[in-house]
């Protein structure tokens, strides 16, 4: 009978920690990766730029000219 009783105390303290996982942990490592993988973006977006300034920098351009887009797809030329 004491066995009956704990086994039930022990499926409801596993149950309240499942609960506790399902709605405060899950939820956190969902916006915690959402952040990350906005983080390693970032991150790839700037190595990128490193790379391309130091790739200028190594050939020795000193101006260049591109296109620059100013919002809804709309193009100017543009000298660096």
Do not use: C, H, W
């Amino acid at each position: 009978m004491a066995m009956a009783v704990e086994a039930r105390l022990r499926q409801e303290k596993v149950k309240k920690f499942e609960d506790f996982v399902d709605r405060r942990l899950k939820p956190d490592l969902v916006n915690a990766i959402a952040q990350r993988d906005n983080l390693f973006q970032q991150q790839k977006t700037f190595l990128d730029l490193k790379k391309n300034i130091e790739n200028l920098e190594k050939n020795g351009v000193t101006s260049m000219r591109s296109m620059v887009n100013l919002g809804s797809e709309v193009y100017m030329q543009a000298e660096v």
